[in-house]
């Protein structure tokens, strides 16, 4: 046990190095990748619906049937949840850097084919987008607790919160860059391919090229991905589990001396394959359950309550936008001026709540807890909500949609500097290392209740 506590104690006390900021970037670009893969679909939803449902005659532009909107928008959602359970078995047999390099070429894959839907009918299409966006999702489920976990056992035990809350900060970059991204590849089609609005002409008001549109967005998000690969192979697979699960001690000192440049050194006497541990329980058992029961009934109760709100915020936000009058009436614009107002509001609300959300967490958490960011989270939330809710028909007259945004922005803000962030964050510390993937409880399929 001398050798892997050596070696254990070198990472909990380490100096913060240049290591901790490459493995923050590696792991934060996946989240990047994640966070724009999965809610760049609500960016294109709409124009979905006018390229395929348009209706002749009809006084309001063609859109999506609802099951086929929930299915659109929430399949990736399940895939992540399947992915979840089968990555996170197999990023505790085979290790974290292997499954790493495995959901990353599938999110890849997958995001490119998403634009490569088949076929010319409304069914088609559809059809085999929702099949690569189960298979995209399924790729992310294996990414976003592995990201976690990595960054976890790479980080020491003083910076450990906020290196573990700059990766997942990474996810409001990849909503950022979702829509500015959508806000130029729209203003370049709309300056090149002029187009009256709906109710001016209710077919010339979606040209014929704006079926390229929303694919280019949807295979974008294959770029960072790609531009990573190479990176996550390089890095070395995690001293912890490398001690704790695979039990090569001698390794892990190695790959930690190398990355840390520093001498740890172990006591070559010991066999370095039978180290043993008095913790050696599995998920399912008794000793699990009465050390770490309550923990996981915390962390997956909270993670799946806060997901049912936040996740269909984020996707659903453009029909809140219209409901309440920040953006025209879908009739007063053509198909892909439509897509610029919907990301140019959700970039806004991105950049002045999502991202400083983050990034107050990753200044905070370690100076004042995670129990009491998630608190005064849950309990901003709360407040804010209700105080859009309650008084509704008031937010939908005329001129009040300002306020409105504010305190919409502020539920953004209070999820992020609060239970999106700490429910991430917990998770990959309070469980043991050969069972941490396992554990991650991120229940994304709270959003499916509101789908459903």
């Not at 893969?37 to 002749?56: A, N």
């Not at 995690?238 to 892990?252: D, E, F, G, I, S």
């Amino acid at each position: 046990m001398a050798g892997d506590m050596k070696v254990l104690n070198a990472l909990d006390s380490a100096k913060t190095q240049w290591y901790h900021f490459t493995a923050i970037i590696i792991a934060g670009m996946g989240f990047f990748t994640d966070a724009y893969d999965l809610f760049c679909i609500s960016l294109v939803t709409k124009l979905l619906g006018r390229i395929y449902y348009h209706v002749d005659g009809s006084s309001k532009p063609g859109s999506l049937p609802p099951n086929v909107s929930a299915a659109v928008n929430g399949v990736a959602f399940c895939g992540t949840l399947a992915g979840q359970l089968f990555f996170g078995w197999l990023g505790d047999k085979m290790g974290r850097k292997k499954v790493y390099g495995m959901t990353l070429m599938l999110m890849c894959i997958c995001s490119i084919a998403s634009g490569l839907s088949f076929g010319r009918e409304p069914k088609t299409v559809l059809t085999t987008l929702c099949f690569f966006r189960f298979w995209l999702g399924f790729g992310i489920g294996g990414d976003y607790p592995l990201s976690a976990t990595i960054m976890s056992e790479y980080a020491n035990k003083k910076t450990r919160g906020a290196f573990i809350a700059a990766v997942f900060a990474m996810q409001g970059f990849g909503i950022l860059g979702g829509g500015i991204f959508a806000i130029i590849a729209s203003a370049a089609f709309q300056a090149s391919f002029k187009a009256p609005a709906y109710e001016v002409d209710a077919v010339g008001s979606t040209v014929p090229q704006a079926d390229y549109l929303w694919r280019i967005i949807l295979m974008v998000g294959a770029i960072p991905a790609l531009l990573t690969y190479y990176w996550r192979m390089k890095m070395p697979e995690t001293a912890r589990y490398t001690a704790l699960v695979a039990k090569n001690v001698q390794q892990a000192t190695a790959d930690m001396e190398k990355v840390m440049q520093v001498e740890i050194g172990t006591e070559k006497k010991e066999p370095t394959s039978a180290v043993k541990s008095n913790n050696e329980f599995g998920l399912f058992t008794k000793q699990f359950l009465s050390r770490h029961g309550l923990h996981l009934l915390g962390t997956c109760s909270t993670w799946f309550l806060l997901d049912i709100a936040y996740y269909s915020q984020n996707l659903f936000q453009k029909d809140i936008f219209s409901a309440i009058g920040w953006i025209p009436a879908a009739k007063t614009m053509n198909a892909i001026e439509e897509v610029y107002k919907i990301a140019r509001a959700q970039t806004l609300i991105a950049l002045c709540s999502t991202v400083p959300g983050y990034w107050f967490t990753v200044f905070l958490i370690d100076r004042i807890g995670r129990f009491i960011i998630q608190l005064l989270g849950f309990s901003m939330m709360t407040v804010f909500m209700f105080a859009l809710a309650i008084p509704y028909d008031h937010w939908t007259h005329p001129g009040n949609h300002i306020g409105f945004v504010v305190l919409y922005s502020l539920t953004f803000f209070f999820a992020n500097f609060g239970p999106n962030a700490t429910t991430f964050i917990v998770p990959a510390e309070i469980f043991p290392a050969r069972l941490r993937h396992k554990t991650r409880p991120r229940l994304m399929q709270g959003i499916l209740l509101e789908l459903g």
